[in-house]
């Protein structure tokens, strides 16, 4: 495995390349509940205005070179949506950390009536091998998801997280 191969101190991450077939591209939180602002004070922020858009560009240009490479190979280079959503229609499943952080994450997207709904430009895909689908109620996906338990089952060792 790679991490073998890490000395701490001492590996940096130019190191590694990037090894297709161990691979996947991780999307968290890219959604429509969290990318669009609800009021004049968030359209008007740097994060809405520069940084979002730029972000979503090149997310748009990972996303084809990921699934092409995914289609055509027999594993590796798989692309993960991990999204908030709860999975009880009164938000009862929800972190701590989110229902201490105020209304806009008290009241996350629920699987039976208020599903995640991604953007148009940045969504899952059932083409080809089709991508996965995490649903997370907590901040860290890695913490609270089955994301290490799907990832390891692919045998992935390396993450582009976006």
């Known amino acids: 495995p790679l991490l073998e191969l890490v000395i701490p101190g001492q590996s940096k991450r130019e190191d590694f390349a990037i090894m297709p077939k161990r691979c996947a591209l991780l999307l968290i939180d890219i959604q429509e509940y969290l990318s669009i602002p609800t009021n004049e004070i968030e359209k008007q922020s740097y994060f809405f205005q ?63 009536t208020n599903p995640a709904k991604f953007l148009p430009q940045i969504s899952p895909s059932y ?29 992935v060792e390396q993450l582009v997280v976006v």
Do not use: H, M, W
């Open 50 to 112: 520069e940084s979002l858009p730029l972000v979503l560009q090149n997310i748009a240009k990972l996303l084809p070179i990921f699934r092409s490479l995914r289609d055509f190979q027999t594993q590796g280079c798989e692309v993960v949506f991990t999204y908030l959503e709860a999975l009880t229609k009164d938000c009862r499943d929800i972190s701590l950390d989110y229902k201490l952080s105020g209304p806009k994450l008290t009241n996350i997207p629920d699987i039976a």
């Open 127 to 155: 083409k080809g091998k089709g991508d996965i689908r995490i649903p997370k109620t907590s901040c860290s996906v890695f913490t609270s998801t089955n994301l290490r338990y799907v990832l390891q089952n692919l045998k």
